[in-house]
């Protein structure tokens, strides 16, 4: 059974940084592509950062330059830390696994976690 634990969610203020992190067990994901994904309320889940094998990162448009996404393979643990955030950015956090390369939809992962809460206040 393949499990994905997020957490380091919590409120912040506009300006602020959080780090998630997201901790697997039940497989190794060295060599696989974790995701971030989040959604707002009201909103569609969206693609925010992905890494994969050689730690090649790929980041929505939105979040360049203040997210970054990285991993610990010995722990089996990605992170993302964020720097610089807006009130546009809460959302629940969901981290994401597939075998194979880097992927943004939601189908193209099979495996999720339970999501963190993240909210930046004005």
């Known amino acids: 059974q393949v499990q994905l634990v997020e957490s380091g969610g919590g409120l912040v203020q506009t300006g602020g940084s959080l780090r998630l992190s997201c901790a697997a067990s039940?497989?190794?994901?060295?060599?696989?592509?974790m995701a971030w994904f989040r959604q707002a309320p009201g909103k569609e889940r969206e693609f925010v950062a992905a890494?994969?094998?050689?730690?090649?990162?790929y980041y929505t448009d939105s979040v360049k330059g203040r997210f970054t996404i990285s991993r610990d393979n010995a722990k089996n643990t990605v992170y993302l830390q964020m720097n610089s955030l807006k009130p546009e950015d809460t959302a629940v956090y969901y981290c994401?696994?597939?075998?194979?390369?880097?992927?943004?939809?939601?189908?193209?992962?099979?495996?999720w976690g339970q999501g963190t809460q993240v909210t930046v206040s004005s």
């Open positions: 994401a696994a597939r075998t194979g390369g880097v992927a943004v939809r939601i189908p193209d992962y099979g495996y």
């Open positions: 890494i994969w094998s050689g730690d090649s990162t």
């Open positions: 039940g497989r190794t994901f060295s060599s696989a592509c």
